[in-house]
Structure formats: C-alpha cells, structure tokens
C-alpha cells in the first residue's frame, strides 16, 4: 500500500477481534502461533503496518462501500512467523483506508 498511504488500523479490532479465542472465525490461535498474544498487541500491530507498508496491495473487489485491497506476506512474531493475508477497505465515501482483518495464507499463494 505504500507509507504514503495513511491506513487506520483500530485497536478494538487487535485486541477484541484477533487476538481473543471465538467459536466463528477464530484467528488467535493462529496468532499465538507466531507468539502474538493479548500482551504485545502493540508487536502485531507494528508487523501490520510494515507488512502493508512493504509489500503490494492487490485489488480483490468492489462493492457500494469501496474497494478492498490485500497484502499477502508475513508477520515476523516472537516465537515464529507466520504467513498472512491482511485486508483493507478503501471507503467510497472518503477515500480512507480501515483495516478489515487478517488470515492465514493458504498453501501455493503468494
């Protein structure tokens, strides 16, 4: 995406999305295996930032809300790291980049 490129990345997300356990979509205990944790929120959210900064945003849909974009790369954690996928939201409305979540990269992407 470029450091040009002011991206929102809000902390409720981090720290009550991502990083705590759920029954749908649990990200966390993929996290944990990088060594990401609810302690060092603040080390994840540095490894998304730089990974955004680095690595190429891909187009991957429109719809009345705005354009989503992904990077595809990895996130450097304390124990491991972790191949990853992040997706962000250009609003229509403002131009604004939010980020919308992290997955795992599947096997056989780059």
């Given at each position: 995406?470029?450091?040009?490129?002011?991206?929102?990345?809000?902390?409720?997300?981090?720290r009550r999305y991502l990083l705590?356990?759920?029954?749908?979509?649990?990200?966390?205990?993929?996290?944990?295996?990088?060594?990401f944790v609810q302690?060092?929120?603040?080390?994840?959210?540095?490894?998304?930032?730089?990974l955004a900064a680095t690595s190429p945003a891909i187009e991957d849909g429109k719809n009345d809300y705005g354009t989503f974009w992904r990077n595809?790369?990895?996130?450097?954690?304390?124990?491991?790291?972790l191949a990853v996928v992040l997706v962000w939201i250009e609003w229509a409305s403002d131009g604004s980049f939010h980020?919308?979540?992290?997955?795992?990269?599947?096997?056989g992407k780059s």
């Open positions: 995406m470029g450091s040009s490129v002011t991206l929102l990345l809000r902390l409720v997300p981090l705590i356990a759920r029954l749908v979509d649990e990200k966390s205990r993929y996290l944990a295996r990088g060594g302690t060092n929120w603040q080390l994840l959210e540095t490894e998304i930032r730089e595809e790369g990895f996130l450097a954690g304390p124990r491991s790291t980020f919308v979540t992290l997955k795992p990269l599947k096997s």
